[in-house]
């Protein structure tokens, strides 16, 4: 493992992980201090890297506390990130602001995906991805996660991009950057709370030892964009899209009026989401994520292979 920043602290069994070469997931930590209330956030935390371990690989959730880039958290500081009230989000553009002014944030699909690759870690997984939004024609909002897919080579796995994205644009988006799209054991693209769409995926593959053979091959082409996994939440535990869309419009319609934009975007949408069904959002999300994290896990178990 390189040499890495002095204000980097690696988890002792991240640490382990990395110097003996066993399986690791990288996880963020917008969801914790962005995407959930304390302690449903917490608490999905603490389950989804249990997930992990289950399947036999390490957890590390990625932070910024106080100005220390953490890669893996204690419990102690998973419960003080669940509990802070202004905790920052950060993308490319801030994570050294953060750093530098001994900040704390939760990071975004971007910032997670820097911090795992300066790290060595390979494999990511998160709820969704964000994209392109809904006007971007004339507002140019689109997510730096995007661009940091076209050329940060981690795997990540997510439930698609977030529902709340002009998706079909987002997909193009992707093309253009040289992200590998592969849908897991779907033709269509996952839309998050729902598991599918009427978007083809551009390609499939039906096993993690696959995903992990495909992503062997693009470090042999010294491809150095990243590979998306598309992992649909299991119907069981998805929202009908029929439901799940007037929910949508509604949020959508409820953010114009009220001008929310940029960083605040997702929070606000996320919690009117969680209002607008009753708290059927949020028992979707921690479903999606769980299945992500099970399967990032068997992807990094298959990569060390």
Known sequence: MKKLPGFVDIQEDVLDALDQKKPIVALESTIITHGMPFPENVEMARSVEDEIRARGAVPATIAVIDGRLKIGLSKEELDQLAQVKDAL???RADIAFAISQRKTAGTTVAATMIVARMAGIRVFATGGIGGVHAGAETTFDIS???TELGKTDVIVVAAGAKAIL?????LEVLETEGVSV???C???LPAFWTSGSDLDIPLRLDSAEEIAAFQKVRDELELEAGLL???PIPVD???PAEIMNGYISAAQAEMTAQGVSGKQVTPFFLQRIFELSNGESLKANIALVKNNARLAADIAVAFHS
């Open 89 to 91: 989000k950060i993308s």
């Open 144 to 146: 730096a996660d995007l």
């Open 166 to 170: 002009d998706v079909p644009k987002t």
């Open 182 to 184: 592969v849908g897991f």
């Open 186 to 188: 779907t033709d269509t």
């Open 229 to 231: 996994v598309a992992n």
């Open 237 to 239: 535990d998805e929202i």
